[in-house]
């Protein structure tokens, strides 16, 4: 399984930026910014990723990011991500950024969206992977900090595709930002995620299907708590981003063993695997699917359909997501035989995508 899925191409819809931010490019960013930290090496710092839950690793996370002040900084960072991502079969990325915890340290939302911009623009190129950014709005601030944040992006709309919802998920329900989705689909034509039922309740995956529109649910997990909420999920075939190795860090399941992929993959539910925040979770994309091919004893035939998953909720053109599905297509032949979808059960019967 390792080798396909190192062969397999992938979507990547589940990433934060600011989460690729490995250790030693901490410690460069806040030489060459003269930024000040609580830890002096790349392997102090390693050594406080212990997290106890989601707030626990915020807490960390948005210290580190002190060191992303000019735009050099994350054009820098967009490109190292990006790098890493090709040697992971990557092909196409929507990356997650958050403006606002940058604009309350003073850093101006154009110095953050040009210098991703800056890196995306030759991306295609580089790396053989095509990109769309999508800027989160953070759930443990006000509506009307995000109605903000909105407007102070409307100079740089042309670079976003979507509007997302993280941080810090239970007491910040999804209801606290209708009036900002709403503009950024109304106004703007953009694309709508959001986090919900991770640390949260399945209540919260409700609110962000009916309250703010979200075309995809990040993580999601927590709507095994729920059979009408996954019987509406099947039924619609609305997508969840699962980051395996990042639930089990913050505790959401005790191992990879008790993860419900696996089961929401036999119920029919549109679920793929990607790396949330890499540098602090221990993996990138292909280190999260050799977790739970191990931990769970994922089939040839549920990697394939994971990687026809990642394309088929991803925001891109159907001509694009065919043209993918079919180079999934050809390496499952090269990899596993001509007749291996005979032999692979129902699995993949279930998904109205084959």
């Known amino acids: 399984m390792n080798d396909l899925a190192s062969q397999l191409p992938w979507a990547e819809l589940h990433v934060h930026l600011e989460g690729t931010l490995e250790a030693p490019m ?7 910014n003269h930024v000040s930290l609580p830890w002096t090496s790349p392997d102090e710092l390693t050594r406080a990723y212990r997290f106890t839950d989601l707030q626990d690793f915020l807490d960390l996370y948005y210290a580190a990011c002190a060191v992303l002040v000019t735009e050099r900084d994350f054009h820098d960072l967009t490109a190292a991500y990006l790098a890493r991502a090709k040697l992971g079969g990557v092909r196409h990325v929507e990356m ?3 403006p606002e915890t940058h604009m309350q340290r003073g850093v101006d939302i154009g110095t953050v969206i040009t210098g991703i911009a800056s890196a995306c623009a030759g991306s295609e190129q580089r790396y053989g992977i095509t990109t769309q950014l999508i800027m989160c ?8 900090e995000a109605l903000t944040t909105l407007r102070s992006a409307k100079p740089f709309i042309p670079h976003l595709s979507g509007v997302g919802l993280d941080s810090a998920e239970r007491g ?3 209801s606290r930002f209708v009036d900002v989705f709403r503009m950024a689909r109304e106004d703007f034509g953009l694309h709508a995620v959001a986090h919900a ?3 949260g309740p399945s209540e919260y995956i409700w ?3 009916n309250l703010l529109g979200a075309e995809r649910i990040d993580h999601g997990v927590r709507c095994v708590e729920d059979p009408q909420l996954v019987a509406h ?5 609305i997508p969840l981003t699962v980051c395996p190795l990042s639930n089990v860090r913050l505790g959401v399941f005790p191992d990879i063993g008790a993860h419900v992929l696996d089961g929401l993959l036999k119920l029919g539910l549109q679920v793929s695997v990607h790396s949330d925040d890499p540098a602090y979770f221990g993996g990138y994309l292909l280190d999260n699917l050799r977790a739970v091919q191990q931990g769970l004893g994922l089939t040839n035939a549920q990697i394939v359909q994971l990687a026809r998953n990642s ?3 991803a925001f891109i053109p159907a001509e694009r997501k065919i043209q993918h599905c079919n180079e999934i297509e050809v390496v499952a032949e090269r990899m596993l035989g001509t007749g291996w979808r005979q032999h692979a059960g129902s699995t993949t019967d279930s998904n109205p995508g084959w």
């Open 26 to 32: 901490v410690m460069d960013f806040a030489r060459r």
């Open 96 to 98: 997650f950024f958050d």
């Open 137 to 144: 709005f953070l759930r443990d601030r006000t509506g009307a």
């Open 172 to 174: 910040n329900p999804p």
């Open 197 to 199: 039922g991770e640390e």
């Open 207 to 209: 609110q962000a299907l």
């Open 233 to 237: 999920l099947v039924r619609h075939q």
């Open 311 to 313: 394309f088929t909720a």
